[in-house]
C-alpha cells in the first residue's frame, strides 16, 4: 500500500529536505541543559541563549533593562516589591517527550524560582549541581517571597533594597521553565530527564544532542517574537579553532565562535568571510586558590603578580585583539577604580616577597588550564608555558594540569586548583557582576569565587554597593573593593578582550554581545 500525499504537499517535500540550517561551530559541549545549575557562558549559550526566556531581557545596544516574558513591571517606593506583569499567550515548546497543556503563568515563575530559593522545595534538591549563581547573587537571602497574585501577575518582595535586583534577573540562571513539565518529570520518577530533555519558551526547540559533537534545535512556530528565520539552528562542537575557521570556509559552519587573533587577521581579503567585533565586558585571569598554601599568604600572591610578564603573554596569545586588565571589570565601567596601579613586572621584587614570605628557595603549585581556545583564552597551553617560565624565574616551579573544560568548571568550582586560568562575563553592564559572584564569601560556599577567598570587610562594601541606587555611594563602594582585591592580589588579571565573532557573508542579522551571549533568532541564511 503506497502513502497518498496532497500535491502541495508533496512540493514541499524536497524543500524542506533541503532547507539549510543556520550551523554554529561553537567550542565546547554544554555541561548540561538545566542551566541554573551552571555558571559556564557555553551552557547558557546552548540552554537559556536559545531555549528559553527571563521575565526581563537586557538590550546590549540601549544598555537598559527591556520586557521579556514580563510586558511590564512596577517597583514599589521602598524597593521592596517588584511586581511583574505576564505576557498573555505565551506558549511552552511542544516536543515528542512533552505536550503542554496550558500557556506560560505565574505558576511557572513561582516555581521556577522557588526551587533555586528554598531549601525543602521538592526541587530545590534535585539539582545536584546545587545553583551557583543563584547561591552567589545571596537570592536566598535576598528574595522574601515570591507570590502568585493572579494567572498573569507575579509579585517578588525583597528583604532589603537591592540595586542589581532586576538587572540580575536578565541573567541565564533567571530562566523561567514550565511548572506543568516539572510536576510531569516527578511524577513519573524522572526528573533528571530535565538537564538532558530540556523545554522553554524560547525561539528554537530541543531536539537531540550528542556530547562532543552536536546540539540539535528547531525554530519555534509558536515563538512569542515571532518565529525564527532559519528553520534548523545545529551547534557544531569543535574545540580547535583553526578547525573551526576550516569547516567555516568551507562552508560546513555559517557562524564561527571563539576565533583565535590570528584567525582573525587571516580572514582579511576573503570576501566570503567576515569578523564582527565588539568591545567585551569580559575579563581574563588567573584565580589564585587563596586556600591552598602558601597561596594563603598575601606577599606570594603579590609575588605572582610581580613575576608575570602581562606584555609579553598579551603579545603572544592575543596579538593585539584584547587591552591589559588592570581590575577586575573593563575600564569603560563606571566605578572602575582608575586609581589603582596596576602590578609591574619586577621579578626582583617578587623573590624579595617570597622570601619575607619565608619562602626564599620558593615552592612547587600548579598552573590548570583548558585544553581548546576561547574568547577570554585563545592560546591556553602557550599562556600556561608563559606563566611557568616567568614563574620558573623567581623560583616557583608549577607544573600544567590541561583539564576538559566541563571537569575544569567542575573541579574549579570544588577548589582543588592552585592557578586557574580563567574568565568572567557579565551579563549586563553592572559592576556586581563581577564582585557579588566572584569575591563574595556566598560565591565560596556556590563555587564561582575561584579565588576561594571569604572576607568580612569585603562583603560589607559589596553588600553597601547593592543597598542604595544612588551611583555616586555605589561607585565609593565599589572603588573601595577594587582595592582590596588588588592589594589581597587574588587574581592575576589579564586582558579584556573583544569579542569577535566569524560569519559568511550570506548570513544577516547576527550581532555579537559585549557579555558573549547568543541570539540566533532574527538571523537569516541567504
Given at each position: 500500500?503506497?502513502?497518498?500525499?496532497p500535491?502541495?504537499?508533496l512540493?514541499?517535500?524536497?524543500?524542506?529536505?533541503?532547507?539549510?540550517?543556520l550551523?554554529?561551530?561553537?567550542?565546547?559541549?554544554?555541561?548540561?541543559f538545566?542551566?541554573?545549575?551552571?555558571?559556564?557562558?557555553?551552557?547558557?549559550?546552548?540552554?537559556?541563549?536559545?531555549?528559553?526566556?527571563?521575565?526581563v531581557?537586557f538590550?546590549a545596544?540601549?544598555?537598559?533593562?527591556?520586557?521579556g516574558?514580563?510586558?511590564?513591571w512596577t517597583?514599589?517606593?521602598?524597593?521592596?516589591?517588584?511586581?511583574?506583569?505576564?505576557?498573555?499567550?505565551?506558549?511552552?515548546h511542544?516536543t515528542d517527550?512533552f505536550?503542554?497543556?496550558?500557556?506560560?503563568?505565574a505558576?511557572?515563575?513561582?516555581q521556577?524560582?522557588?526551587?533555586?530559593?528554598?531549601?525543602?522545595?521538592?526541587?530545590?534538591?534535585?539539582?545536584?549541581?546545587?545553583?551557583?549563581?543563584?547561591?552567589s547573587?545571596?537570592?536566598?537571602k535576598?528574595?522574601r517571597?515570591?507570590?502568585?497574585?493572579?494567572?498573569?501577575?507575579?509579585r517578588?518582595?525583597?528583604n532589603?533594597?537591592?540595586?542589581?535586583?532586576?538587572?540580575?534577573?536578565?541573567m541565564?540562571?533567571?530562566?523561567?521553565?514550565?511548572?506543568?513539565?516539572?510536576?510531569?518529570?516527578?511524577?513519573?520518577?524522572?526528573?533528571?530527564?530535565?538537564?538532558?530533555?530540556?523545554?522553554?519558551?524560547?525561539?528554537?526547540?530541543?531536539?537531540?544532542?550528542?556530547?562532543?559533537?552536536?546540539?540539535r534545535?528547531?525554530?519555534?512556530?509558536?515563538?512569542?517574537?515571532?518565529k525564527?528565520?532559519?528553520?534548523?539552528?545545529?551547534?557544531?562542537?569543535?574545540?580547535?579553532?583553526?578547525?573551526r575557521?576550516?569547516?567555516?570556509?568551507?562552508?560546513?559552519?555559517?557562524?564561527?565562535?571563539?576565533?583565535?587573533?590570528?584567525?582573525?587577521?587571516?580572514?582579511?581579503?576573503n570576501?566570503?568571510?567576515?569578523?564582527?567585533?565588539?568591545?567585551?565586558?569580559?575579563?581574563?585571569?588567573?584565580?589564585?586558590?587563596s586556600?591552598?598554601?602558601?597561596?594563603?599568604?598575601?606577599?606570594?600572591?603579590?609575588?605572582?603578580n610581580l613575576?608575570?610578564?602581562?606584555?609579553?603573554?598579551?603579545?603572544?596569545?592575543?596579538?593585539?585583539?584584547?587591552?591589559?586588565?588592570?581590575?577586575?571589570?573593563?575600564?569603560?565601567?563606571?566605578?572602575?577604580?582608575?586609581?589603582v596601579?596596576?602590578?609591574?613586572h619586577?621579578?626582583?621584587?617578587?623573590?624579595?616577597?617570597?622570601?619575607?614570605?619565608g619562602?626564599?628557595k620558593?615552592?612547587?603549585?600548579?598552573?590548570w588550564?583548558?585544553?581548546?581556545?576561547?574568547?577570554?583564552?585563545?592560546?591556553?597551553?602557550?599562556?600556561?608555558?608563559?606563566?611557568?617560565?616567568?614563574?620558573?624565574?623567581?623560583?616557583?616551579?608549577?607544573?600544567?594540569?590541561?583539564?576538559?573544560?566541563?571537569?575544569?568548571?567542575?573541579?574549579?568550582?570544588a577548589?582543588?586548583?592552585?592557578?586557574?586560568f580563567?574568565?568572567w562575563?557579565g551579563?549586563?553592564?553592572?559592576?556586581?557582576?563581577?564582585?557579588?559572584?566572584?569575591?563574595?564569601?556566598?560565591?565560596?560556599?556556590?563555587?564561582?569565587?575561584?579565588?576561594?577567598?571569604?572576607?568580612?570587610?569585603?562583603?560589607?562594601?559589596?553588600?553597601a554597593?547593592?543597598?542604595?541606587?544612588?551611583?555616586?555611594?555605589?561607585?565609593?563602594?565599589?572603588v573601595?573593593?577594587?582595592?582590596w582585591?588588588?592589594?589581597q592580589?587574588?587574581?592575576?588579571?589579564?586582558?579584556?578582550?573583544?569579542?569577535?565573532?566569524?560569519?559568511?557573508?550570506?548570513?544577516?542579522?547576527?550581532?555579537?554581545?559585549?557579555?558573549?551571549?547568543?541570539?540566533?533568532?532574527s538571523?537569516?541564511?541567504?
Open positions: 500500500m503506497k502513502l497518498s500525499l500535491i502541495p504537499l512540493l514541499l517535500l524536497p524543500a524542506l529536505a533541503m532547507a539549510k540550517p550551523t554554529v561551530c561553537t567550542d565546547a559541549s554544554p555541561e548540561g538545566d542551566v541554573v545549575q551552571y555558571n559556564s557562558l557555553v551552557t547558557t549559550n546552548a540552554s537559556a541563549d536559545v531555549l528559553m526566556n527571563r521575565l531581557e538590550d545596544r540601549a544598555g537598559k533593562v527591556v520586557p516574558l514580563a510586558e511590564r517597583v514599589s517606593a521602598d524597593g521592596l516589591s517588584y511586581t511583574f506583569t505576564l505576557r498573555r499567550n505565551v506558549a511552552f511542544a517527550y505536550r503542554p497543556g496550558r500557556k506560560l503563568n505558576d511557572d515563575v513561582v521556577s524560582f522557588g526551587r533555586m530559593l528554598k531549601p525543602d522545595h521538592p526541587w530545590h534538591r534535585i539539582a545536584v549541581n546545587g545553583f551557583p549563581h543563584a547561591q547573587m545571596q537570592l536566598p535576598l528574595v517571597a515570591v507570590d502568585r497574585i493572579d494567572d498573569q501577575t507575579v517578588f518582595t525583597l532589603e533594597a537591592d540595586a542589581t535586583f532586576l538587572p540580575m534577573l536578565t541565564g540562571f533567571a530562566s523561567i521553565y514550565s511548572a506543568e513539565y516539572m510536576d510531569k518529570l516527578v511524577a513519573a520518577g524522572k526528573p533528571a530527564l530535565l538537564n538532558s530533555q530540556p523545554i522553554g519558551t524560547g525561539p528554537f526547540v530541543f531536539r537531540a544532542y550528542q556530547k562532543d559533537a552536536a546540539v534545535y528547531v525554530a519555534n512556530p509558536d515563538y512569542f517574537g515571532g525564527p528565520k532559519v528553520e534548523r539552528l545545529l551547534f557544531s562542537i569543535v574545540p580547535d579553532a583553526t578547525v575557521l576550516q569547516k567555516l570556509r568551507a562552508g560546513e559552519c555559517q557562524i564561527a565562535l571563539s576565533p583565535k587573533p590570528q584567525d582573525v587577521a587571516g580572514i582579511r581579503g570576501p566570503a568571510l567576515q569578523a564582527l567585533s565588539v568591545p567585551a565586558f569580559m575579563t581574563a585571569f588567573v584565580a589564585l586558590n586556600q591552598h598554601k602558601p597561596l594563603d599568604n598575601p606577599k606570594v600572591r603579590q609575588a605572582i613575576a608575570f610578564d602581562r606584555t609579553a603573554y598579551l603579545n603572544s596569545v592575543f596579538g593585539g585583539t584584547a587591552v591589559a586588565a588592570t581590575q577586575i571589570y573593563p575600564p569603560n565601567t563606571w566605578s572602575y577604580a582608575r586609581d596601579r596596576p602590578w609591574p619586577d621579578p626582583a621584587r617578587a623573590r624579595a616577597l617570597l622570601a619575607e614570605a619562602l626564599a620558593g615552592f612547587e603549585t600548579t598552573i588550564t583548558r585544553p581548546s581556545g576561547s574568547t577570554l583564552n585563545p592560546n591556553p597551553r602557550a599562556g600556561a608555558e608563559l606563566l611557568q617560565a616567568d614563574l620558573a624565574r623567581v623560583g616557583i616551579r608549577a607544573s600544567i594540569k590541561v583539564i576538559e573544560w566541563g571537569e575544569l568548571i567542575k573541579r574549579g568550582k577548589g582543588e586548583h592552585d592557578l586557574l580563567m574568565g562575563a551579563d549586563n553592564g553592572d559592576p556586581d557582576n563581577f564582585l557579588t559572584p566572584q569575591f563574595s564569601c556566598a560565591a565560596v560556599t556556590s563555587g564561582t569565587n575561584f579565588a576561594r577567598y571569604c572576607s568580612p570587610t569585603l562583603d560589607r562594601q559589596i553588600e554597593g547593592k543597598r542604595t541606587a544612588n551611583v555616586a555611594e555605589r561607585t565609593r563602594q565599589y573601595a573593593a577594587q582595592k582585591i588588588h592589594d592580589a587574588l587574581w592575576v588579571p589579564l586582558a579584556h578582550p573583544t569579542a569577535t565573532v566569524l560569519v559568511r557573508r550570506e548570513v544577516g542579522g547576527y550581532r555579537v554581545s559585549p557579555f558573549g551571549r547568543q541570539d540566533f533568532a538571523v537569516v541564511v541567504r
